[in-house]
């Protein structure tokens, strides 16, 4: 589960700066709902681990993670919007 967790945690940032990475904000929208699917992820792997008595849960660390889907998801409106512009 260790693993697992870093994995996630790790692929959120890195399908991030792939995605800004592409030239065209399509690619973009694509890599970020990635990068959300992977906070998703992570935000299940953290209650799971919680509630086997693996660890306390952080709520801070849950926080975080709730506040980084809400710029991604405000980031594909925002790109999603250009193009009606």
């Known amino acids: ?6 994995r996630s945690a790790v692929s959120v940032s890195a399908n991030i700066a792939e995605g ?3 030239n065209t904000d399509r690619g973009f929208i694509q890599f970020l709902y990635i990068s959300i699917g992977s906070l998703a992820e992570l935000e299940t792997l953290m209650i799971i681990a919680q509630r086997l008595g693996y660890c306390g849960i952080d709520k801070p660390i849950l ?3 709730v506040k980084v889907r809400q710029i991604a ?3 594909v409106k925002y790109l999603k919007s250009k193009k009606r512009d």
């Open 63 to 65: 926080a975080d993670i």
């Open 20 to 22: 800004a990475a592409r």
């Open 73 to 75: 998801l405000g980031l």
């Open 1 to 6: 589960m260790t693993s697992q967790l870093r």
